[in-house]
């Protein structure tokens, strides 16, 4: 009779700009079910220390600006020096602007689609190799409203967030017959840094627009991650969680 390998059971992720917001409520959640994180960021070092200080060895951080590859190529070399696999890809950073489309610079417009969209491409490709290897691996990109929807003096933005969902359901496609799953999750309006920038009065008025009429949290969508990377059947989805903003 062979004799039985032990199989390391052990998951680990990487969760792009996983300092603040979203981000940071994912690596909480995923850390929670014993999943290792290797957490990307680009400007906060003082929070990424103290992240890795509070969970010790179930995280590492590495500080990379991935809209440019070399850099994703050394988060993902990191990353595999560190834990050895990668099981999970959360692509969570991004940037925003409000600005009417006749405003738009090209660099304006450059920068949006590189940071949103390309970056995505970039970090997929790179961790590619493993998940196929493995012949496993769950890939999931934060989207948004805006990107199902479209969005008023946001136009960049929505077209960056439109690619990425067509990027999930095309990839997921052609993905599945190696057993790596492409998701993604569609935030409404959500309490991070972003919601900084608007009056209580506009606040007031997109809730009245919400059926639950209230603004989502970090928690919801970090949620939904975490039921994702338990779940072997899901695929080519873009999970709206909006309060019903947008039925």
Request: glycine share 8%; charged share 25%.
């Amino acid at each position: 009779m062979e004799e039985k390998k032990e199989v390391n059971t052990d998951r680990v992720a990487i969760v792009t700009g996983g300092t603040r917001g979203i981000g940071r409520a994912i690596v909480y959640e995923l850390v929670s079910k014993g999943i290792k994180v290797v957490i990307n960021y680009r400007k906060s070092d003082n929070i990424a220390n103290q992240m890795q200080e509070e969970f010790g060895d179930m995280v590492r951080v590495y500080r990379a600006d991935i809209s440019k590859r070399d850099e994703v190529k050394g988060l993902i070399a990191y990353t595999l020096q560190e834990f050895g696999n990668i099981d999970i890809l959360v692509n969570n950073a991004g940037i925003s602007q409000t600005k009417l489309f006749t405003d738009i610079s090209d660099t304006d417009w450059d920068t949006m689609i590189q940071t949103n969209l390309t970056a995505n491409f970039y970090t997929i490709q790179e961790v590619l190799p493993t998940m196929l290897h493995n012949k496993n691996g769950d890939i999931i990109n934060i989207s948004s409203i805006w990107g199902v929807t479209g969005g008023s003096c946001e136009v960049h933005y929505s077209a960056a967030k439109a690619g990425l969902n067509g990027l999930t359901k095309a990839l997921a496609k052609e993905l599945g017959p190696s057993n790596i799953r492409v998701n993604a999750i569609a935030p409404g309006i959500i309490e991070t840094d972003m919601t900084n920038d608007y009056s209580e009065e506009e606040l007031a008025n997109i809730r009245s627009q919400i059926p639950l009429e209230k603004i989502g949290n970090a928690k919801n969508i970090a949620k939904c991650v975490g039921w994702i990377v338990d779940d072997n059947y899901t695929t080519g989805q873009i999970i709206e969680i909006n309060g019903g903003w947008n039925i």
